[in-house]
């Protein structure tokens, strides 16, 4: 399937001693457009003086500067025992790009071998050239060295992907090509619409309903109006299996003699917990993988968050047997619920890649519910592989608690009805 992507422009800077280690960065980067290109959306496109430049008159390196250097985006110089051809501006033709390169501000990676080479293979002054030029870049560059072609292109895969994340949290300029500035990804974050998933904005207001149940500790057990014993066995012959749910089969002790509180229980909290929903857009032209966001939710009051798996989801059982949490339905009273309540929490989503230009927004997997009104703030730390560091987006939220004081009997009349 067809896809946008940003193109990245690598040149490959040697002298002739290190023919090998240039194809070999060509496959690296070919490899690296197989496994990121579709996600991140961005193409490396390899650069070399022989496929990217043509006849022309004038001096031969600068025809390759102005046909090749000066449309990279990053070079990779590789160097053995030779440093290159002088040029007339300087010592080699592989020198002049790297120097001129880094006067443009593009990032440069140098590489130098320390494979063994026959010594009727080396040339003495070309050897003591490159050992003054390593010399006088090793203050202000970085340099990688290996000793066996597997070793480079092992390095080069790895340290190549973390220089390409470098680049795309750089900035975009007029032209499309990534420079160094603002962000290429940048995403936004916001409340959404818990049933449609749809943008609300960075603040929003929520209410909910705290039932105070006032007579909690004289809920009554829970039993069948009309009881249908079991059917007594005859003489010889064994007591039939109960069957649960039939009334005919079923055994008085079967009952859940905690309906009643169950039920309370699940009727409180689903009016006391309400759904927070957000949304995601990446709005920048990057696209970013391994997208992790990490909420802490504060308040200068207590409330309780809880995940979507915390919370019943239906009514509990009036069978032993039945029920939720694993077969077992716990109750509470309204101030046991929220017991555990606390001024931070944390919470945190997942996603595994926001393509540019795209929005998401994860099904709902947090709850919120406190006993007063409070005003709440989310301090969100966005990260993702192509951000050099998390973003820090700031939401809002005021949840609007109406506190009812009321009967057992007035919340669940109709379970006395049957």
């Known amino acids: 399937m067809a896809f946008s992507a940003q193109v990245l422009r690598i040149l490959i800077a040697s002298p002739s001693d290190v023919q090998d280690e240039r194809e070999i960065t060509t496959q690296v980067i070919q490899e690296w457009n197989d496994q990121n290109s579709a996600d991140r959306q961005v193409v490396l496109l390899p650069l070399r003086w022989e496929t990217h430049s043509a006849p022309s008159i004038g001096r031969p390196q600068e025809i390759i500067n102005q046909q090749v250097v ?20 300087a010592d080699s033709g592989t020198l002049e790009e790297i120097e001129r390169v880094i006067k443009s501000g593009m990032p440069v990676m140098i590489y130098f071998s320390k ?38 292109k092992e390095n080069l895969l790895r340290q190549l992907d973390i220089q390409i994340k470098s680049l795309m949290s750089s900035d975009s300029s007029d032209s499309g090509v990534l420079k160094k500035g603002r962000s290429g990804t940048d995403i936004c974050l916001e409340f959404a619409e818990p049933e449609t998933g749809v943008a609300i904005g960075t603040s929003c207001e929520l209410t909910s309903q705290f039932i105070n149940i006032t007579d909690f500790e004289f809920v009554p057990n829970y039993k069948q109006k009309t009881e249908k014993k079991h059917p007594k066995a005859q003489p010889g012959q064994a007591l039939p299996p109960p069957v649960l749910g039939t009334s005919l089969h079923t055994y008085i002790s079967d009952y859940n003699t905690d309906y009643y509180r169950q039920y309370l229980t699940f009727i409180i909290q689903q009016q006391l917990f309400v759904p927070i929903r957000f949304w995601l857009k990446n709005i920048g032209s990057i696209g970013a993988r391994d997208v992790y966001v990490d909420f802490t939710v504060r308040s200068e009051d207590d409330f309780l968050c809880k995940s979507k798996t915390q919370l019943p989801t239906s009514v509990p059982s009036k069978i032993k047997s039945g029920g ?90 109709e379970e006395f009805d049957e």
């Open 70 to 89: 000066d449309h990279c985006d990053l070079v990779i110089g590789i160097f053995w025992s030779r440093l290159g051809t002088p040029t007339g501006k």
């Open 324 to 413: 939720l949490l694993g077969g077992g339905y716990h109750f509470s009273s309204p101030e046991a619920i929220l017991k555990e309540s606390s001024n931070s929490w944390n919470y945190a989503i997942e996603q595994k890649a926001l393509q540019p230009k795209r929005e998401i927004s994860p099904e709902v997997n947090l709850f919120i519910a406190a006993s007063k009104s409070t005003d709440i703030e989310i301090t969100a730390r966005i990260y993702a592989d192509t951000l050099a560091e998390p973003e820090v987006h700031t939401l809002s939220l005021k949840l609007n608690v109406e506190k009812v004081d009321s009967p057992y009997t007035s919340v669940i009349s």
């Open 115 to 152: 494979a063994k080479q026959d010594i009727d293979d080396i040339d003495p002054d070309q050897l003591a050239r490159l050992r003054q030029f390593k010399k006088d870049i090793s203050d202000d560059v970085l340099l990688s060295e290996y000793s066996t072609q597997i070793e480079f």
